[in-house]
């Protein structure tokens, strides 16, 4: 039984360039958490996700910053045109609908160079 | 708002017991819970306890919750080097919106 996976586990881009991030949440989980967390920092709420559906974003930049979470297949968090201080450590998490537990991925390591 | 604080450092000698404290703000929070994160890798969920518990014990693990105070504890019963970890406190109401604390960093010397 596979766990949270999140793809991939490094990613290097330049700045401006475009960042995407992979979620598969655990097999029966329909609710999808984004969390970013800088170096010697907490975990910062992003956005809170169910199928099709953005549920809570208020954690997430204005700009520049989007997710989604189709029908089928992964959740993505998009980035466009990074900047240095987009590099940080991107954590995806899962949970069922009649499930109060929330399980992590091991995260993405967005380095902007 | 909702908020969950921590002291951020914590140092124990191996063999001793660790206690890690969060305390929150949400009186309507519904479930506490204690993850870890260890270098380089996501956060693993320890345990949790519903609101309306004031203990729950796993092995090594006690958890004892004060809900006037809204007071968390993570006790680590003969700790070892590989306890040495970030632990984080959270905060949820029905499984929903979940609240983390910054972190404790728990160092464990020989």
């Known amino acids: 039984n596979a766990g949270v996976m999140q793809n991939p586990r490094h990613l290097v881009r330049r700045r401006g360039q475009e960042a995407r991030l992979r979620c598969s949440p655990m097999?029966?989980?329909?609710?999808v958490y984004w969390y970013r967390q800088l170096p010697e920092e907490g975990l910062k709420f992003m956005v809170y996700?169910?199928?099709?559906?953005?549920?809570?974003e208020s954690g997430m930049p204005k700009e520049r910053f989007s997710a989604e979470f189709p029908k089928e297949g992964p959740s993505i968090l998009r980035i466009q045109q990074v900047v240095r201080g987009d590099s940080a450590a991107y954590f995806c998490?899962?949970?069922?609908?009649?499930?109060?537990?929330?399980?992590f991925g091991s995260g993405t390591q967005l380095s902007v160079l | 708002g909702e908020d969950v604080e921590q002291s951020l450092f914590l140092s124990v000698r191996e063999g001793d017991s660790s206690v890690i404290n969060c305390t929150y703000t949400?009186?309507?929070?519904?479930?506490l819970y204690w993850y870890k994160q260890e270098p380089g890798a996501g956060l693993q969920l320890l345990t949790y306890?519903?609101?309306?518990?004031d203990m729950k014990q796993d092995q090594r693990l006690t958890v004892l919750l004060n809900k006037k105070d809204k007071h968390l504890s993570l006790r680590i019963a003969d700790t070892q080097t590989g306890d040495s970890a970030i632990y984080f406190c959270?905060?949820?109401?029905?499984?929903?919106?979940?609240?983390f604390g910054p972190g404790t960093r728990l160092s464990v010397l020989p």
């Open positions: 998490a899962s949970r069922g609908t009649e499930n109060e537990k929330l399980f």
């Open positions: 097999k029966g989980h329909s609710h």
């Open positions: 996700l169910q199928k099709e559906n953005i549920i809570d």
């Open positions: 949400d009186s309507s929070s519904t479930y």
């Open positions: 306890i519903f609101s309306n518990m």
């Open positions: 959270a905060e949820s109401l029905y499984g929903q919106n979940f609240v």
